[in-house]
């Protein structure tokens, strides 16, 4: 009983072994330690963005005389976590790390870091502005927050149509 044509990929053609790649300048290898193309890519730059955007923050919010302790506290904390998870990413897609430790959904992981995240960035963000009393630091710390809340929002969405909206165009191949 047949259940309709099926296509098998492999890396060996019927006519003999494989010949090697043409060497690309723009195709990375599997020797290369680091994936150069990532630094310039949309993604690439949009993580280097954010992090530099909650830096300011928690370095705007941390200089500032403080009000109201426990606002700004939870401000720094969720920053950091945030700004150390999205260097973690970082990491994982410049070194191809995601390659080597297959038992990780890394897209899925991104995803859910980048909507749990946004949800924490966008509440301390909100928490940070309504008790900043129009001090000039806590307003700066409050405005890159929300500045990194939209650029999460982007690399969520973006993230998003990898895992999810890829994975179901391909499942019908």
């Given at each position: 009983?047949?259940?309709g044509a099926r ?5 060996v ?7 090697p790649?043409a060497a690309s300048?723009s195709a990375?290898?599997?020797e290369?330690?680091?994936d150069g193309a990532y ?11 954010q992090?530099i955007?909650?830096?300011v923050g928690?370095i705007?919010v941390n200089?500032?005389?403080w009000?109201?302790y426990?606002?700004y ?13 999205i260097l973690?990413?970082?990491?994982i897609h410049?070194?191809?790390f995601?390659r ?10 991104e ?8 949800i924490?960035?966008l509440?301390?963000s909100i928490v940070a ?9 806590l307003?700066a ?5 929300f500045l990194a809340?939209?650029l ?5 969405w973006s993230?998003y149509?990898?895992s999810?909206i890829?994975q179901?165009?391909?499942?019908s191949?």
């Amino acid at each position: 009983m047949s259940h309709g044509a099926r296509v098998i990929r492999t890396g060996v053609s019927s006519a003999g072994p494989a010949a090697p790649p043409a060497a690309s300048s723009s195709a990375p290898s599997e020797e290369e330690l680091m994936d150069g193309a990532y630094f310039r890519s949309c993604a690439g730059m949009l993580k280097v963005a954010q992090m530099i955007s909650l830096l300011v923050g928690f370095i705007s919010v941390n200089n500032s005389p403080w009000t109201d302790y426990s606002a700004y506290s939870y401000f720094q904390i969720v920053t950091m976590c945030d700004l150390v998870m999205i260097l973690f990413f970082y990491i994982i897609h410049i070194f191809r790390f995601y390659r080597k430790l297959t038992c990780v959904s890394w897209p899925l992981a991104e995803f859910l870091h980048y909507l749990i995240g946004t949800i924490l960035l966008l509440i301390a963000s909100i928490v940070a502005a309504s008790k900043s009393y129009n001090l000039v630091g806590l307003v700066a710390g409050a405005t890159f927050g929300f500045l990194a809340t939209i650029l999460c929002v982007l690399s969520m969405w973006s993230s998003y149509k990898v895992s999810c909206i890829t994975q179901s165009t391909n499942a019908s191949v």
